[in-house]
C-alpha cells in the first residue's frame, strides 16, 4: 500500500534542531520511500499535514494496568510504598479478558499522544493465588493482541519477579507475579507462541534486585543474550532499595547488575534515581540506556535523577510514562530538563533536539526498533503532528522547542504509525469512552 503526505514542517532529527519546510514523505508498505524538502503545491494524491511533525514517540516504560489507578492513589498521603498497596490492590482483580480490555484503552490513549511504540513491563502473569492459567502466557498475550488490535507496536518486556524481597519469599498479590524461580520463569517464556512480525518484540525484564535474587539475575540475561532481546530492570527507585542491597551483598543494586553480567548496549535501567558516581560510570561503560519516567518519579516522591551525568558517562536517555499518572511524552520530555535546573539551579543542560532524539529514535531503539523513529528513507513511517495555532503553541513559531517546552498531549491532531492512520483529534471522546468502562469494570470487581 502507498501514501503520501505533505508535512507543512517538520523535525527531522537534525541535531541543532532545525524545522524543514514543505517536507513531502512517500510510504510504501509502512516505510519510508521518500523524503523530499522544499515542496510548495500539494501532490494530487498526498495528503497535507498543517503544522509540526515530528517521528513516532516512544514509551519505554508502561504498566498498562497502572492506568486505571490515576485520580485514586493521589487522593491520600504516603509513599512510594503506601502507592504500592492501591496498585496491588488494582493488580489482584485482573484476569485476561479485563486486562486486554483496560490495556487496549491505554494504549488508544497512548496512540492519540503521539506514541507509536510501548515497551509493556509485564509481571502479571498468573491467575489469583498464583494459580496456572491452561495457557500460562495467557496475560502477556492479552497484551499483545490489545496493542495489534489498537495499531501500536509493542515490546512485550516479560519480567521474572520471583521475591517479596531480598530471602523474602512473594507474599500476597505477589503469587500472580511469579514462577517460582529464574529458570522457570525463562522456561515459560520459550513456552511463549504467538503470531510473530516486526511489530511485536519478545524482551526480558528483570523486576528488580529486590525481587529476583543475586544468583538468578544470570539466567534472565543470558535469555536475553542469546535470543538477542532487550532487557530492562528497575534500578535504585527508592533509597530502601538501595539500603536493602547493600545490607544483604555488600553492593549497590548496580554494581549486583554488573557482575551478574546484566549490563550491556540491550540493557535499559529504569529510573536510576539514586546513583553512586560509580553506577553512573558503570551504566555509561555499558553504553546502557536509563529511562527516566519524570510524571510518575515525581507523583511517587521518588527524586530526581542524575541524568547528566548519565548523559557525560555514556548512557542513552529514553522516556516512559510508568504508572500513565500523566501519558504525555512532551512533559516527560520537558521534565527532564526542568528538573535538572531546580537541581543545579541553572538553564539549558539538554537541548530540545536531544530530548526529542531521546523520546523517538534513542526510545525505539532501546524497545527492539532501531528502524523507528526517524523520518528518513527505509525508517518505518511512524509520523506525529501537533497543531501550532493552539493556546498553548500559538505565537512559538513552530520550532523544536514548540514540541518539547510549549506542546502537550492535546496538541497531537494526526498519529501515521507503520504508514496507517491510527489515531486523530476527533477519537479523543471516543477513547475517553472507552477508557471510562474499562477502568470502572476493574474497581467494580470484587
Do not use: K
Not at 494496568?65 to 485482573?94: I, K, N, P, S, V
Not at 528502524?371 to 500559538?394: F, K, M, N
Request: charged share 25%.
Amino acid at each position: 500500500m502507498t501514501e503520501n503526505w505533505l508535512l507543512e514542517r517538520a523535525w527531522l532529527g537534525d541535531p541543532g534542531g532545525a524545522v524543514a519546510e514543505g517536507v513531502l514523505v512517500e510510504v510504501e508498505d509502512g516505510r519510508f520511500a521518500s523524503v523530499q524538502e522544499g515542496v510548495r503545491e500539494l501532490p494530487r494524491d498526498a495528503h497535507r499535514l498543517a503544522g509540526l511533525t515530528v517521528p513516532g514517540l516512544a514509551n519505554c516504560h508502561s504498566h498498562a494496568f497502572h492506568r486505571a489507578l490515576r485520580g485514586r492513589t493521589q487522593r491520600e498521603r504516603g509513599t512510594f510504598w503506601t502507592w504500592r498497596g492501591q496498585m496491588y490492590d488494582a493488580a489482584a482483580r485482573l484476569d485476561p479478558d479485563l486486562y486486554y480490555d483496560l490495556a487496549r484503552a491505554t494504549y488508544r490513549e497512548m496512540l492519540a499522544t503521539g506514541f507509536t511504540s510501548v515497551g509493556e513491563f509485564h509481571y502479571l502473569h498468573h491467575g489469583p493465588g498464583g494459580r496456572r492459567y491452561d495457557n500460562p502466557n495467557v496475560m502477556g498475550l492479552a497484551l499483545v493482541e490489545a496493542a495489534r488490535d489498537v495499531g501500536i507496536r509493542i515490546a512485550l518486556l516479560d519480567t521474572c519477579y520471583v521475591a517479596a524481597g531480598i530471602g523474602r519469599p512473594p507474599e500476597g498479590v505477589q503469587a500472580r507475579f511469579s514462577d517460582g524461580d529464574a529458570n522457570a520463569w525463562a522456561s515459560r517464556l520459550e513456552r511463549f507462541e504467538y503470531v510473530e512480525d516486526d511489530e511485536v518484540v519478545l524482551g526480558t525484564a528483570v523486576h528488580s534486585v529486590r525481587a529476583v535474587p543475586r544468583a538468578q539475575i544470570g539466567v534472565v540475561a543470558a535469555w536475553a543474550e542469546a535470543h538477542e532481546a532487550p532487557l530492562h530492570v528497575h534500578l535504585s527507585e527508592q533509597v530502601a532499595e538501595n539500603e536493602a542491597c547493600l545490607a544483604a551483598y555488600g553492593a549497590t543494586p548496580t554494581e549486583v547488575l554488573d557482575v551478574a553480567g546484566a549490563l550491556g548496549p540491550r540493557t535499559t535501567v529504569v529510573h536510576a534515581t539514586h546513583l553512586t558516581g560509580r553506577d553512573i560510570a558503570a551504566l555509561g561503560g555499558a553504553s546502557a540506556y536509563a529511562c527516566f519516567c519524570p510524571t510518575t518519579e515525581r507523583d511517587l516522591g521518588d527524586g530526581t535523577g542524575p541524568s547528566l551525568r548519565l548523559r557525560d558517562a555514556g548512557a542513552r536517555l529514553t522516556l516512559g510514562t510508568d504508572s500513565h499518572a500523566v501519558v504525555d511524552a512532551f512533559e516527560e520530555m520537558r521534565a527532564v530538563e526542568l528538573d535538572e535546573r531546580l537541581a543545579a539551579r541553572s538553564r539549558g543542560h539538554w537541548t530540545s533536539a536531544e530530548l526529542l532524539v531521546a523520546a523517538t529514535a534513542d526510545g525505539h531503539a532501546s524497545l527492539g526498533f532501531p528502524d523507528a523513529g526517524r523520518i528518513e528513507v527505509g525508517a518505518r513511517a511512524d509520523l506525529v503532528t501537533l497543531d501550532v495555532a493552539s493556546p498553548r503553541t500559538a505565537g512559538t513559531g513552530a520550532t523544536v522547542e514548540t514540541a518539547v517546552f510549549a506542546a502537550g498531549a492535546a496538541d497531537v491532531v494526526h498519529v501515521v504509525a507503520g504508514g496507517r492512520v491510527v489515531a486523530t483529534r476527533g477519537q479523543h471522546r471516543e477513547i475517553g469512552r472507552e477508557l471510562e468502562t474499562a477502568v470502572t469494570d476493574l474497581w467494580g470487581r470484587p
